[in-house]
């Protein structure tokens, strides 16, 4: 299937087994448990030799379906499918980590991605080393023999930054360490993380590939592509599983033992979702960079920032990574946050609401939102503005759009 397009990639998945109404969509298993016909097939099950369903909790053939078409699609050696975003970070890191190791990533963060490194995994005795990602000596210089990884977010939210992946990949392998990337504002069907050196890449399947905000999801994509002999948690794994040695460590031990695996429903709204997934993306943001462009000449507005614009300082590493259209978000800085208040209030049909990527088109004030909890040092040292509007962009027409944030503004 390595010469198929996106699309045919992912509608040439089939079932694991023939089912017997021949149903063109995969069969909802809503089931917690599975019979088994003898104890010896219970045993085996259980083992992992058979490969066969025991407990929802853990593996699910609605969930696993969902999981070979993000596979076939991307080319990865495994995936996993849990029930958020965040639960795909978490999942990552405890698998990854252990007390006395670091992660290395920089501060423009999502502000739960943030919270996570800074203060959770903290008090279990790992450092998350803050730096500037785009300055591969600094990288280079937090890198240690207690590193568990490199972690970033491919264009970061709401700041907008780009990272030189080609850089910062070549920095992991010499240094002999995982790359693990975000990377859910841009989808697979115009990037493909395993090719731009990504090992381990997590995407919060809430957004684009729901299909319109229709469930909450997770994933975590392995490309095989790291020798886990060289990790000092997993190296033990690699001697049993080789380049499977993160995924047998986390689908064997981390994500049984939190509990975190997908839920068959939403696996099957997500799997519809992803049917639809390039449609919606070029149609969002298409929009979002006329959008963009439109904006720069509307007044009230102090700037705008988003990749795709040629004047935007991230633009020609944003477009050789990711090509003309670097997501469907962007965000515009007002006069102050009581102007910013005053236009979400005037907002009529642009949604007053979190959440990237849903089908209709979304607008929050991220400083006194996402970020509400963190004092304003933190805030400042993230680079999270009180004048600052995230804007998603949905499928609406991009001048009734424009209409809207016009007539809010005056």
Same mark, same amino acid.
């Given at each position: 299937?390595?010469?198929?397009?996106f699309?045919?990639?992912?509608?040439?998945?089939?079932y694991?087994?023939?089912?017997v109404?021949n149903a063109?969509?995969?069969?909802?298993?809503?089931n917690?448990a599975?019979?088994?016909?003898t104890? @010896?097939e219970?045993?085996a099950?259980?083992? %992992?030799?058979s490969?066969e369903?025991t *407990?929802?909790?853990?593996?699910?053939?609605?969930?696993? *379906?969902?999981?070979?078409?993000?596979?076939?699609? !991307?080319? #990865?050696?495994s995936?996993?499918?849990l029930?958020s975003g965040m639960?795909?970070i978490c999942?990552?890191f405890i698998?990854?980590?252990? =007390? %006395?190791?670091?992660?290395v !990533? =920089?501060?423009?963060?999502f502000?739960?991605?943030?919270?996570l490194l800074?203060?959770?995994?903290?008090a279990?005795?790992v450092?998350a080393?803050?730096? /500037?990602?785009?300055?591969p000596?600094?990288?280079? +210089?937090?890198?240690?023999k207690?590193?568990? +990884?490199?972690?970033?977010e491919?264009?970061?939210?709401?700041?907008?930054?780009?990272?030189?992946? /080609?850089?910062?990949?070549?920095i992991?392998?010499?240094?002999?360490?995982?790359?693990?990337?975000d990377? !859910?504002?841009?989808?697979f069907?115009v990037?493909?993380?395993?090719?731009? %050196?990504?090992?381990?890449?997590i995407v919060?399947?809430t957004?684009?590939i729901?299909?319109g905000a229709?469930s909450?999801?997770?994933m975590?994509?392995d $490309?095989?592509?790291?020798?886990?002999?060289?990790?000092?948690?997993?190296?033990s794994n690699?001697? @049993?599983?080789?380049?499977l040695a993160f995924?047998h &460590?986390m689908k &064997?031990?981390i994500?049984?033992?939190l509990? #975190?695996y997908?839920t068959?429903?939403?696996?099957?709204q997500? !799997?519809?979702?992803l049917e639809?997934?390039s449609l919606?993306?070029?149609?969002?943001?298409?929009?979002c960079?006329?959008l963009?462009?439109?904006?720069?000449k509307v007044e009230g507005?102090?700037s705008?920032n988003?990749?795709?614009?040629?004047?935007?300082?991230?633009? @020609?590493?944003?477009?050789?990574?990711?090509?003309?259209?670097? %997501?469907?978000?962007?965000?515009?800085d007002?006069?102050s946050?009581?102007?910013?208040f005053?236009?979400l209030n005037?907002?009529?049909f642009?949604?007053?609401?979190?959440?990237?990527?849903?089908?209709?088109?979304?607008?929050?004030h991220? @400083? =006194?939102t996402i $970020?509400?909890?963190?004092?304003k040092?933190?805030?400042?040292?993230?680079?999270i503005?009180?004048?600052?509007?995230r804007?998603s962009v949905?499928?609406?027409? =991009?001048?009734d759009?424009?209409?809207d944030?016009?007539?809010?503004?005056?």
């Amino acid at each position: 299937m390595k010469d198929l397009s996106f699309e045919n990639k992912l509608y040439q998945s089939s079932y694991p087994r023939e089912d017997v109404y021949n149903a063109l969509q995969m069969p909802v298993y809503n089931n917690a448990a599975f019979e088994f016909n003898t104890a @010896e097939e219970m045993e085996a099950a259980f083992a %992992g030799q058979s490969g066969e369903h025991t *407990y929802s909790r853990i593996s699910n053939p609605t969930v696993q *379906y969902f999981e070979n078409r993000i596979k076939n699609i !991307t080319g #990865a050696l495994s995936v996993t499918a849990l029930n958020s975003g965040m639960a795909a970070i978490c999942n990552t890191f405890i698998t990854l980590g252990y =007390s %006395g190791a670091n992660i290395v !990533t =920089s501060r423009h963060l999502f502000g739960n991605t943030y919270s996570l490194l800074n203060t959770t995994l903290k008090a279990f005795g790992v450092e998350a080393r803050f730096c /500037d990602l785009n300055d591969p000596e600094a990288v280079k +210089a937090n890198i240690d023999k207690n590193t568990c +990884a490199v972690f970033l977010e491919i264009i970061t939210n709401p700041q907008l930054e780009v990272v030189n992946l /080609d850089v910062l990949a070549a920095i992991a392998k010499e240094k002999e360490i995982p790359l693990v990337a975000d990377t !859910t504002i841009i989808p697979f069907c115009v990037f493909n993380a395993g090719k731009a %050196g990504i090992d381990i890449e997590i995407v919060s399947s809430t957004k684009y590939i729901s299909g319109g905000a229709t469930s909450i999801g997770g994933m975590i994509v392995d $490309y095989g592509t790291y020798d886990w002999s060289k990790s000092t948690k997993l190296a033990s794994n690699a001697s @049993e599983a080789g380049k499977l040695a993160f995924t047998h &460590k986390m689908k &064997k031990e981390i994500h049984r033992n939190l509990g #975190a695996y997908m839920t068959p429903q939403a696996a099957h709204q997500q !799997t519809i979702g992803l049917e639809t997934l390039s449609l919606r993306f070029n149609r969002a943001a298409e929009t979002c960079l006329a959008l963009a462009q439109a904006l720069q000449k509307v007044e009230g507005i102090e700037s705008i920032n988003y990749p795709g614009l040629e004047n935007n300082r991230f633009y @020609e590493i944003s477009q050789r990574q990711f090509g003309k259209y670097p %997501g469907a978000m962007l965000t515009f800085d007002l006069q102050s946050k009581e102007a910013c208040f005053s236009f979400l209030n005037k907002l009529k049909f642009i949604k007053r609401a979190t959440n990237l990527f849903d089908n209709k088109s979304l607008a929050i004030h991220p @400083e =006194s939102t996402i $970020y509400v909890n963190f004092n304003k040092e933190e805030k400042e040292k993230m680079h999270i503005s009180p004048k600052t509007i995230r804007l998603s962009v949905g499928l609406e027409n =991009s001048d009734d759009i424009l209409q809207d944030i016009v007539a809010s503004l005056k």
